[in-house]
């Protein structure tokens, strides 16, 4: 599967962005997806994560905030970003695993730049 992620700009702090991550190939709605960020200097971190059968879960830096969501019709996972703060600047990822498989993310896409300005 590839995968296409968008969405990213500058923002204000307290703005709200919505990043869409499109896959190709088929079977989109047996996929686990993740987004993931990667702030300069800091290692990359798992944001949010919504499983094939819908069920989600988003870090505890964000919880509150970011809203993950998916439409299988059309092949697309989304992160809703609001109350965004400067800490919150990073390249964000998108990734996919087979559902029910391993824990480990085998597809990525190539990353969105998200800006807040504070």
């Known amino acids: 599967v590839q995968l296409q992620a968008s969405g990213g700009g500058l923002v204000q702090a307290g703005g709200s962005l919505r990043l869409s991550c499109a896959a190709s190939?088929?079977?989109?709605?047996?996929?686990?997806m993740g987004w993931f960020r990667q702030a300069p200097g800091k290692e990359r971190e798992s944001v949010a994560g919504?499983?094939?059968?819908?069920?989600?879960d988003v870090a505890d830096s964000v919880k509150g905030r970011f809203a993950i969501s998916r439409d299988n019709a059309k092949n697309t996972v989304f992160l809703q970003m609001n109350s965004l703060k400067p800490e919150d600047t990073a390249v964000y990822y998108c990734?996919?695993?087979?559902?029910?498989?391993?824990?480990?993310?085998?597809?990525w896409g190539q990353g969105t730049l998200v800006t807040v300005s504070s």
């Open positions: 190939g088929r079977a989109f709605s047996s996929y686990d």
């Open positions: 919504i499983l094939w059968r819908g069920t989600t």
């Open positions: 990734a996919a695993r087979v559902g029910g498989g391993n824990l480990r993310y085998d597809y």
